[in-house]
Nanobody, 123 residues
Framework: QVQLVESGGGLVQAGGSLRLSCAAS????????MGWFRQAPGKEREFVAA????????YYIDSVKGRFAISRDNAKNTVYLQMSSLKTEDTAVYYC????????????????WGQGTQVTVSS
């Protein structure tokens, strides 16, 4: 089992930045690929970014490339999502997730989920 707790969400103006954190406990963190998903009101949960076990391999959806950066600190059992140049369409609940795969990009590839943190971007 892996327990995940997100933090760092909040209200920010368009063009601003936020850094989300996700603290993990339980199963060896370094053996899990990690990802961030988001879900806007009335929409399905969508994949945003992933990072491999070693922190080298990353993957992003096109709409956040160049604006978001995912990273991890295996010594601290934490994964981060640095979000810059935020847009109103980035408003959503952001979820951290862990997979037994090295790098997962699909919802069903992830085994463990956090409770989510709200990110609201105002115009």
């Amino acid at each position: 089992q892996v327990q995940l707790v997100e933090s760092g969400g909040g209200l920010v103006q368009a063009g601003g930045s936020l850094r989300l954190s996700c603290a993990a406990s339980g199963r060896s963190f370094s053996s899990c690929g990690m990802g961030w998903f988001r879900q806007a009101p009335g929409k399905e949960r969508e994949f945003v970014a992933a990072v491999g076990r070693g922190g080298i391999k990353t993957y992003y959806i096109d709409s956040v490339k160049g604006r978001f950066a995912i990273s991890r600190d295996n010594a601290k059992n934490t994964v981060y999502l640095q979000m810059s140049s935020l847009k109103t369409e980035d408003t959503a609940v952001y979820y951290c997730a862990a997979t037994v795969l090295d790098l997962g990009t699909g919802y069903y590839e992830y085994n463990y989920w956090g409770q989510g943190t709200q990110v609201t971007v105002s115009s």
